[in-house]
């Protein structure tokens, strides 16, 4: 049974990593394995009998375990899925009214090096309170706005996917595998952000400055600010929606401090509250207009097979847990390389081949609470590591195979240009954290 749901595993792994040269939606391939491996766990439980050669008969008590965790675990993934519709559909509805205007028609400036700077600083807070991807897509958007040369603007998306990558990982809300970690009680909001934000920082902050030195000079040509502003939605309906969206995620970490609530309790009230606003303030319009602007219009908008996706792999992990594999995965860690940094730094470095969200579940299965409490080193290095350590490769996270497709980006390009600052920003950024743990403690 063991081999079988290991094998599954490993092949499905294989397909979603290899999603564009097979050409079938990394979501499909991780439903299968999600199902395959709970229905050979059930199938090979040792409580069955088999008295007919070609009939299964199950004793209760066998199917009655087997469906108790396979329950116990939806009950927790269901928090994570749930949260994250939320979160896109408030940043649909945000982006639908034209929101992110607010701050991106503010970037104005000539000087290259300049403009780099600031599109990356923004890009780095602004990844913090949404999701990275949905980040690299705006900041993105905006370049393509500002520098008309395609060569400099690669250099330009690359930060962008650096800068999303760094600032989702000191926010509990800004990277799903940091919002993970947070939900499953690993890390906490306030001791997340103070432990990350430096390390962050450093590792945007080296690249930034190393590939700054290629911009010299002013742009020839900058956008207008019709180009920029690509929508008619009012003033006071984009600063009004923009407000109480980035102010609801935001809200999000502070209402589970007040109410111990589960964080997306949090995310469903600032969802209602902005639903309930936006259906009073598009009342009057036409039907045309008020559909394109309304909630329903922006969970329609929202990537589900994105959602589909983290269900079927976070069921495949939680399937590896019930089995015990992942407890024999941290045994011969713990027995090969031993050092706690080691490892996670391997799973940073590894997070920029594979999916970082198996990495980061696998490891919240190997390692329970009792072994590593809440706020503990290994979890706010991990939050760290997965974060950043996509950076590495263009395919190593949802903003670097954004940012590939929309600006076409070579993968060879990126390793040559890209990808030696982003390893020597993730280990600075490591090495930092290590630093400031020692002298902190």
Not at 2 to 26: C, D, Q, R, S, W
Not at 300 to 322: E, N, T, W
Not at 355 to 361: C, G, I, K
Request: glycine share 8%; proline share 3%.
């Amino acid at each position: 049974m063991l081999i079988i749901i290991t094998l599954i595993f490993i092949l499905g792994y294989i397909a979603i990593a290899t999603e564009h040269t097979i050409k079938v939606n990394k979501a499909a391939s991780a439903i299968m394995i999600g199902v395959l491996s709970w229905t050979v766990y059930i199938l090979m439980f040792p409580g069955y009998v088999a008295s007919q050669p070609d009939l299964l008969h199950f004793s209760g008590e066998a199917m009655h375990y087997v469906s108790e965790q396979l329950a116990h675990h939806l009950s927790e993934i269901a928090q994570i899925l749930f949260f994250l519709m939320g979160a896109m559909t408030i940043v649909e509805l945000v982006d639908a009214h034209d929101g992110f205007d607010v701050i991106t028609s503010k970037i104005r400036t000539k000087n290259k090096r300049t403009l780099l700077w600031i599109i990356s600083i923004v890009t780095f807070f602004l990844s913090a309170v949404l999701d990275n991807l949905t980040t690299t897509i705006v900041m993105i958007s905006l370049a393509r706005k500002l520098i008309k040369d395609h060569d400099e603007r690669l250099f330009v998306v690359g930060m962008i996917v650096i800068a999303a990558n760094a600032g989702g990982a000191w926010s509990p809300i800004g990277d799903v595998t940091t919002t993970m970690l947070w939900i499953g009680g690993q890390i906490t909001t306030v001791n997340i952000i103070l432990k990350l934000f430096i390390p962050s920082v450093i590792c945007l902050v080296i690249p930034l400055i190393v590939i700054g030195f290629r911009f010299k000079g002013n742009l020839t040509e900058v956008a207008s600010e019709e180009e920029i502003n690509t929508k008619n939605t009012r003033s006071f309906e984009k600063n009004l929606v923009f407000i109480l969206g980035i102010g609801g995620l935001v809200f999000v970490p502070v209402f589970k401090t007040i109410t111990h609530l589960p964080p997306y309790m949090g995310m469903l009230i600032s969802l209602s509250i902005l639903w309930i606003v936006t259906e009073i303030l598009h009342k009057t319009k036409n039907e045309e207009d008020k559909t394109s602007l309304s909630v329903i219009h922006a969970l329609r908008k929202i990537d589900m097979s994105s959602i589909l996706f983290f269900l079927g792999i976070l069921l495949c992990v939680a399937s590896l847990a019930s089995v015990g594999i992942l407890d024999m995965t941290a045994t011969w860690l713990n027995e090969v390389i031993g050092n706690q940094s080691a490892i996670v730094m391997s799973i940073g470095v590894l997070s920029s081949i594979v999916d970082n969200v198996p990495l980061v579940a696998g490891a919240i299965g190997m390692y329970p609470l009792s072994v590593f409490p809440t706020d503990h080193f290994f979890w706010e290095f991990l939050a760290y590591a997965a974060g950043t350590g996509g950076s590495i490769l263009i395919i190593g996270s949802a903003a670097g195979v954004a940012a590939m497709g929309m600006e076409k980006i070579n993968f060879f390009w990126y390793i040559k240009k890209i990808s030696p600052f982003a390893l020597i920003g993730y280990f600075a950024g490591s090495f930092a954290y290590i630093l400031l743990e020692m002298f902190l403690h």
